[in-house]
């Protein structure tokens, strides 16, 4: 008898034996992502607060589907959006702060990569009670990438919530690896699903509510996180109005649709969702600029104080006419530009899972998070450092000006904050408001 299996479960078989290979051999990492590296700079260390965590659910309703909208015509549909919320927890005596997060390798629209569930630890307590004692806690928002998830960044949100934030972090309806869908969908939500989330945690957050957010938010205090195309997206939500050139492109992926024109620069209803509670963004990576996404005209609308981490080789979003590009068109916004010399596109995401070393897999899932120049653990430190003191100074008035006040190039002195002679291969350049 002859048997015939589908390559999807050979991978799936061939992911189990592995992951249980490595068990049996005691080689599983207790590493958690977001842990310290011996090198780690001062402010990747984790804050004085427990952390808990939840899923919420949303639903934004009467949005524009653009994927199914025909010619002149736009169908509406209720678009819901799943987040994930970090947050200063107290725990009860002998409670872990042990975290175990659901997630999937390959992609939804792609048939030589089939979805793989996988899990990873993190450190915080699941459903935990929150600390409200010293809150309001400022908020921030991140927003991953495409492909991505909500938890593509547990490293970072882990950390900033420990130090007395509240992070919610957005799974992107059809930008998942679960569900994604045409590209149109990401242009046009990537910035709605952000000002919406924000607009929710600020209901839920209100003074004398039932709800764990309640009093615990402070939605005027508000960052948001972007990486990739949530690049893309935080920076429009922050000021920076897309060209004629994105709507035009726009129109041509979708039949005509003029859905996005709300987003544009000399759009009066783009310019009256400019949100004051905003006071400061990290833009990690930002597609779009070598696209024509933003002109001078665009950029000039951005204000709030801006972090800008980039690789010099990124060969997705571009780095000299793209993120560099965006850094030095900026003139209106107190900016810095941290560059990895060398790295590629992926200077923000969590590290590669151990799963994703198993035979058979396609190569890009493990290449969804690596770098070839650089351990992503590194990274991760660093992003850590870098925006607790952009973050701290801009949302919580901390006095950490003397981490970002150094000499462009690391490879002349150390770098205030990090160990001797480990400030190596990393750029940091400012640019002060016209």
């Known amino acids: 008898m002859k048997f015939q299996y589908s390559k999807s479960l050979i991978t799936t078989i061939s992911l189990t034996l592995f992951s249980t290979f490595l068990v049996a051999q005691g080689n599983v990492e207790s590493f958690i992502y977001g842990d310290p590296l011996p090198d780690a700079p001062d402010l990747a260390f984790r804050g004085d607060y427990q952390i808990g965590v939840r899923t919420l659910d949303f639903v934004n309703i009467d949005q524009i589907d653009v994927l199914n909208s025909k010619e002149g015509i736009d169908l509406l549909y209720d678009r819901p959006l799943k987040v994930e919320i970090w947050y200063p927890a107290l ?7 042990i975290v175990t997060y659901d997630q999937v390798m390959g992609s939804s629209n792609d048939p030589k990569r089939p979805l793989i569930p996988f899990n990873f630890l993190g450190r915080a307590s699941r459903d935990a009670g929150p600390q409200s004692t010293d809150g309001p806690y400022p908020l921030i928002i991140v927003s991953h990438g495409y492909l991505g998830s909500r938890l593509l960044l547990t490293y970072l949100t882990e950390n900033l919530a420990s130090k007395g934030y509240v992070v919610v972090a957005i799974d992107h309806t059809e930008s998942t690896f679960k569900d994604a869908a045409g590209f149109a969908s990401t242009l046009l939500n990537r910035s709605k699903d952000i000002r919406f989330i924000l607009n929710q945690i600020a209901t839920l957050s209100k003074p004398a509510g039932t709800h764990f957010l309640s009093n615990l938010v402070d939605a005027d205090n508000t960052a948001i996180i972007g ?8 920076l429009n939500v922050a000021g920076a109005g897309y060209s004629e050139q994105l709507s035009t492109f726009f129109g041509s992926m ?8 709300v987003l544009t620069t000399n759009n009066a209803a783009y310019k009256a969702t400019l949100d004051p509670r905003i006071k400061a963004v990290v833009a990690f ?3 779009g600029m070598e696209r024509g996404v933003w002109n001078a005209e665009g950029l000039k609308g951005l204000s709030v104080p801006t972090f800008f981490v980039a690789g010099s080789q990124d060969d997705i979003s571009g780095y000299e006419k793209g993120i560099k590009a965006i850094f030095e068109g900026a003139i209106n916004s107190d900016r810095y530009l941290l560059t990895y010399e060398n790295a590629r596109h992926n200077v923000a995401p969590n590290p590669p899972p151990v799963e994703s070393l198993a035979p058979g897999l396609h190569f890009d899932e493990y290449y969804r998070y690596a770098e070839p120049s650089w351990d992503e653990r590194r990274i991760n430190n660093i992003n850590q450092h870098f ?10 008035q901390k006095e950490f000006l003397k981490y970002l006040e150094l000499n462009e190039n690391s490879n002349i002195e150390t770098w205030t904050g990090f160990k001797p002679r480990s400030s190596t291969g990393l ?3 400012h640019g002060m408001p016209e």
């Open 91 to 97: 725990l009860s005596s002998g409670t872990d702060e």
């Open 285 to 287: 990576a930002p597609w």
């Open 254 to 261: 979708t039949g005509g649709s003029k859905a996005i024109e």
């Open 387 to 396: 925006v607790t003191a952009f973050l701290g100074i801009h949302l919580k």
């Open 227 to 234: 990486y990739s195309m949530g690049g893309y997206g935080v």
């Open 427 to 429: 750029e940091l350049l």
